[in-house]
Each structure stands twice: as C-alpha cells, then as structure tokens.
C-alpha cells in the first residue's frame, strides 16, 4: 500500500502470557518465521484455546521449551506434543522427572548450551528452584532478545548477566512478603516459597529489573504472580516504582494471570 509505514530494524515478534501462575504457565512466542511456547502448564485443550484468543492455531507451533519439571509448566506437555507433532526441548534430568510425559518427540539440551532452532537462538541458562535442572531461557530473534527468568529463589549475578540487553524481559513477581508472611500457607510452605529454591517477591523481581535496566527494554512481563500472596496493584506498583526512579527506558508493563491471556507485546505496533 502507497504510504504505508516500512519498519526496518523494528522487533518483529508478538509475546503473550498464555497462562501465569501457580495454577500454569505458558508464554507464547512469535518471530518472523517461528512459533514457541516456553512450558505447557495448562491443559493441551485450554493451550490451543488460548492460542486461538490470540488468531493462532495450535498446529502452527514448532516447539515447546520447558524450563522444568513441575505440573504447573508441564500439564498438558505430553498430549499438545503428541497431538500438533511438537518437539520438546528440555534438559534430559527434567524430562526424566517428568511424570507420564508419554511418547514424545524429545530434544535435549545442557545448560550454557545455545540451541539453534530455526531463526531463533534460545540459550537455557541456571536458576536456583527445587526442580531437577531448572532453567531460564534468553531467545534471541534477528532483531533482539527476550529473557524469561521465573520461578527463582535468588536472582543470582548469573542471570543478572543473562537478561543484560534483552529487548523484553519476563520477570517473576511471585509474592507481597508481607501477604505471605500473613497469609494462610502452612510455616513450612511460606519458608519453601521465600527459600533459595522457592520465588522471588515483587521487591526481589523488581531489584533484578533494576539491576538490568537499559536504553533498549521495550516490555516487561509481570509472570508467576501469586493469587493468594499477592495482588496485580502490588506486584505493579513495586515495579513502577524502580521504572519511575530511572531515565533510561519507559518499557510497556503487562502482567500475567492465571484465568486469562495476557495483553500481547506486538513490536509491530511500536
Ligand atoms: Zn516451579
Ligand atoms: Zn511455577
């Protein structure tokens, strides 16, 4: 069309939290010529009507990476696999502490090994959880990187370095301390979740934000936001709170939740 806009060097992908949370979580990807989920935690089912929320159909995927083993990132693993012909790529001690995954078309990765697929770069990176071989992931398209890093005791300098210069960021921001500490967890529940290998709180996923902040963040995911040790208005406020105290970027903040799709990041639209 005469006139219409030509965007060279633009970010060509849309990112959408299928689901986020303790109850699943599914982070769908899309570059010029690739389309993955990051976990399958919801049912293959509410995976492919989610999807179709968002005009894309479930047989168009090419992949699925999981980053671990827990129900709530590989629910419906197993059957979407089966059903739309997806490979998995996991590390091999995750894929053995999957329970009844069933036949599937399995690729492995180690950690601090880039995987090339298609005209993606996803480099699995450590993070501290109690999961077998627990991982982030930095995906890189032509045109810049997204890191994903949820589901972390500690934001150790590892993955501080990991989510240096990425263009969009999926952080966790699992808890309120104070909800929790309050809340109605059992002792040893509440301990588990502030531990080492548990999640990091608002303040904590705020602080890793902080601590990787540049000119080029144009997105930040809130994911994994507790519905009984946390609330969207906290979880948002703490993170506005360290967009507000910098000049350097003015990201778009969409948050995730359990029931609904996300608000989708779109570079085309910027
Ligand atoms: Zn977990
Ligand atoms: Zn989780």
């Known amino acids: ?56 159909e479930a047989d168009s995927l090419d992949a699925v990476f999981v980053t671990h083993e827990h129900s709530d990132h590989c629910r419906g693993l197993g059957p979407l696999s089966r059903r739309h012909k997806l490979p998995i790529f996991f ?3 995750t ?4 329970d009844k995954l069933g036949s599937v078309e399995e690729r492995f990765f ?11 770069q996803v480099m699995p990176f450590p993070i501290t959880h109690d999961a077998a071989a627990p ?32 263009r969009v960021l999926v952080v966790e921001t699992n808890h309120d301390e104070e909800m929790l500490r309050d809340g109605p967890y059992p002792w040893p529940l509440k301990q588990r979740i502030r531990g080492n290998h548990g999640h990091l709180s608002n303040v904590d996923g705020a602080r890793l934000l902080q601590q990787v902040l540049w000119d080029g963040l144009d997105a930040v995911f809130l994911a994994h936001l507790s519905e009984t040790n946390n609330t969207p208005q906290l979880a948002q406020h ?26 989708c990041f779109d570079s085309g639209l910027s």
Not at 95 to 98: D, R, V
Not at 149 to 160: E, F, N, P, S
Not at 252 to 263: C, D, E, F, N, Y
């Open 238 to 263: 703490c993170v506005q709170r360290v967009l507000e105290a910098q000049n350097m970027c003015q990201p778009q903040m969409i948050t995730g939740a359990p029931h609904v799709v996300s608000r």
């Open 1 to 56: 069309m005469a006139g219409a806009p030509v965007s060279v060097g633009e970010l060509d992908v849309r990112i959408c939290q299928l689901a986020s949370g303790s109850k699943g979580n599914s982070l769908y990807i899309e570059s010029e010529k690739t389309r993955i989920l990051i976990d399958a935690g919801l049912s293959a089912l509410q995976i492919s009507r989610r999807l179709e929320q968002i005009g894309v």
């Open 110 to 120: 180690d950690i601090g090994e880039m995987v090339e697929f298609q005209d993606l």
């Open 135 to 166: 991982v982030g992931f930095v995906v890189e398209t032509r045109e810049g990187k997204i890191g994903v890093a949820t589901d972390m005791g500690i934001a150790t300098r590892l993955v501080q370095q990991n989510l240096r210069q990425c």
């Open 95 to 98: 894929h053995a502490a999957i």
């Open 91 to 93: 590390h091999p001690a």
